[in-house]
């Protein structure tokens, strides 16, 4: 049995690394000088002309056949290996300092800041 799927659908890629960049359609829309309605037409069209296929892939930061070549199973395979390479390093590579204490440290300084403004604040009240 086979299914009737479209696997260059420009639109449906175009809307995929939307969501990968973390992009809303307005923000496109912005980008593009468009509306989010025309975003949405956008990803729904099955075909884009070249000029504005190299226009939206400009605002997505990405190159034209990026987006035309673009798979789902290619990011998967690109951020497992990433996430599996990445992870490797992180064993190798001793780590010189706690995260947890440079937040203690980072809050101890604003709560002595805002001593310092508490007091300064004081003294003009008293002038």
Do not use: W
Request: proline share 2%; with cysteine.
């Amino acid at each position: 049995m086979e299914t009737a799927t479209k696997p260059n659908h420009i639109g449906r890629k175009i809307g995929r690394i939307r969501e990968l960049r973390g992009m809303k359609q307005e923000t496109l829309a912005e980008k593009l000088g468009i509306s989010q309605q025309s975003v949405s037409n956008l990803e729904q069209s099955e075909k884009i002309e070249d000029d504005k296929l190299v226009q939206i892939a400009s605002a997505l930061g990405v190159t034209k056949e990026a987006i035309e070549n673009f798979s789902e199973e290619a990011v998967f395979n690109y951020f497992s290996n990433f996430y599996d390479n990445s992870t490797a390093q992180v064993n190798h590579n001793n780590c010189t300092f706690n995260p947890l204490d440079k937040v203690v440290e980072l809050y101890e300084r604003l709560v002595q800041a805002e001593k310092d403004k508490i007091e300064y604040l004081e003294k003009l009240l008293k002038k």
